[in-house]
């Protein structure tokens, strides 16, 4: 089975660790903007990944 849980952990390691990272981005910045440029990516990319992980915005640090 090779699987923890049922879960494949080695498939999933991509957005465990893209979710985690937006997150660490949106907590430790005070906008969008400057986690955008944290993260190295543009803005528009940055709104693109939170629709796409459903990352709740009034659970991080942000000032919109």
């Given at each position: 089975?090779?699987?923890?849980?049922?879960?494949?952990?080695?498939?999933?390691?991509?957005?465990?660790?893209?979710?985690?990272?937006?997150?660490?981005?949106?907590?430790a910045t005070r906008?969008?903007?400057?986690?955008?440029?944290?993260?190295g990516i543009k803005?528009?990319?940055?709104?693109?990944?939170?629709?796409?992980?459903?990352?709740?915005?009034?659970?991080t640090n942000y000032?919109?």
């Amino acid at each position: 089975n090779n699987k923890l849980y049922n879960f494949p952990i080695y498939k999933s390691i991509k957005y465990i660790t893209k979710e985690a990272s937006l997150k660490y981005a949106l907590s430790a910045t005070r906008t969008i903007v400057d986690a955008a440029s944290l993260l190295g990516i543009k803005e528009s990319d940055l709104r693109r990944e939170i629709k796409k992980f459903n990352i709740c915005l009034t659970t991080t640090n942000y000032d919109d």
